[in-house]
């Protein structure tokens, strides 16, 4: 599996979900502004998520991988997590108490048509949010 791309990045992290046998890469994209979440199912040899945001290259954002399969994305405008499961979602309570419901990545499965699609989810602009199949 290779992905070509003539881009410069930065902030790059890789890490593995040992029980669906994934690989989760993420970076800064500087041309683009963007920080990207790639999920790439090693078994059938696809990238099965693709995640960016807003993100400046000067903001210094990092992320990484929990044990509970979400990614954490943290920069100058504070933090963000992505559940990466299969999972439909589930409910956390943020620091003041208040429930919140996280929605998974792996629940949007049932957008594909065929299993080889890939799904990307644009939130580069907070205005024109995209999830395209």
Known sequence: MSLNSNMAISN????????TNEMVVSYTSIGANTYNIMVFDLNAR?????FE??????????????ATNDFLIMNQQGIQMISLSDEEGRQVNDNLGMPRFVHALGGSDFLKIEETNNIL???????DRQIIV
């Open 46 to 50: 696809r990238i099965r998520f693709n």
């Open 12 to 19: 790059c992290d890789m890490s593995l979900i040992k029980k």
């Open 53 to 66: 945001i807003y993100s400046l290259s000067e903001d210094r954002t990092m992320g990484f991988l929990l």
């Open 121 to 127: 989810f644009s939130m580069t602009n907070y205005d």
